[in-house]
Structures are given as C-alpha cells and as structure tokens.
C-alpha cells in the first residue's frame, strides 16, 4: 500500500496499513447531461487506488436549493450516494473528490466564507458525507457533513445502499430522515447545498 495516500493533514505515516473504512459520499448534479456525468464519477470512484468496494443508489430528483430556498425555475437535481470502502485517508478522498469534480468542469470558490458557491448550478457535486466514524472539526475537513442531517436527498437514497447507516453524531439514518420529514414535511432543506 502506498503510504501517503493512508496518511492525514499531518504527513504522518502510519506503522501499519489503514484497515478499510466505510465513506459515505454524496453525488448532484443539475446542468449538462447529470446521468451520465454521474455514471461517469462513479466509474472515476471504483478505479481511485485503495477503494474496494463502491455501492450506489439510484439517483433521485430535487428541486434546487438557492439562498432564498427552493427554486422551481432552477434546473432539477439528480442526486445519489455511494458507499465506498477504502483505506485512502479522509483528507485524500476529499481531494480526489475535489479533482474528480473540476474533470466534469466544477470550479469551488476559494472563499468558501462568502458562501457563494454553496448556492450555484453545477456539473458535479461530490460531498465526503461520512468517514467510518470519524468525527472532524477541521474546517478543511468537517466530518460528518454540517448539513447532511437536513438533506433528505442524501439520507433517503443512503438508506437504499445501507438500511442500518448510521450518521456519527446524529444517530441512525431512518430516524433522523424521519425527524426531517416530521420538521419539514414539503421535503426541502432550509440551508445551502
């Protein structure tokens, strides 16, 4: 195993190989050809080094989410997660994430305060949901997602890959879409995507 690829933030290499983890990644897209730019990211996922298994749902529809909250004139989500086992470490999944995004003509804004580019349309979006356990405060990489428990397009199709997910400091899955539906029963998270 490649050992920088197992390692953090931190450069530190571990003495022994990363055992495989379960990360939850969230999949959308709302311009271009979504399908096959989503089949596409998929493929790009099962070929990354040290990902063994990648398991994903059928994509789902949603309205887009802008600041003012849903817009039924912006063009449609197509949504999916994948369940990926690897042994790459989180901060190196999220930057294949992020290279696997700018190939299908994603561009993040540097100043991700401005919050900004949490709002526009795009050709791919792919978000590190779940790391195994791992709980991360690091603004680089916050895990669990800060918005995934608010977004019942990604708890309801991760429930079709894994009925029993559970989402690190928020509990099982079921429940916590239960809870979302409960809040808001039009569906519709109230925050960026």
Excluded: C
């Excluded at 990644?25 to 099962?46: C, F, H, K, P, Q």
């Excluded at 449609?76 to 294949?96: C, F, K, Q």
């Excluded at 997910?165 to 995507?193: I, Q, T, W």
């Amino acid at each position: 195993m490649n050992r920088r690829l197992a390692q953090g933030f931190d450069g530190e290499v571990e003495s022994h190989p990363r055992s495989p983890v379960q990360a939850v990644i969230a999949l959308g897209a709302n311009l271009g050809d979504r399908s096959e730019t989503m089949s596409a990211a998929v493929r790009d996922l099962a070929r990354l080094p040290l990902v063994d298994e990648v398991r994903v749902s059928l994509p789902i529809e949603s309205v887009a989410v802008k600041q003012d909250g849903p817009d039924a004139l912006a063009p449609g989500y197509l949504n999916a997660v994948a369940v990926v086992t690897t042994r790459l470490a989180p901060s190196v999944l999220l930057g294949y994430l992020h290279a696997i995004e700018r190939r299908y003509g994603r561009v993040r804004s540097a100043d991700r305060s401005a919050r900004v580019a949490g709002w526009e349309d795009r050709t791919l979006d792919l978000d590190l949901i779940a790391y195994g356990d791992v709980i991360s405060d690091d603004p680089r990489l916050l895990l669990p997602h800060p918005r995934a428990a608010e977004r019942d397009f990604v708890l309801e199709p991760w429930l079709t890959v894994d009925p029993d997910a559970v989402l690190p400091g928020v509990g099982r899955v079921d429940e916590a879409l239960r809870r979302l539906r409960v809040d808001r029963p039009n569906g519709h998270e109230a925050g960026a995507r």
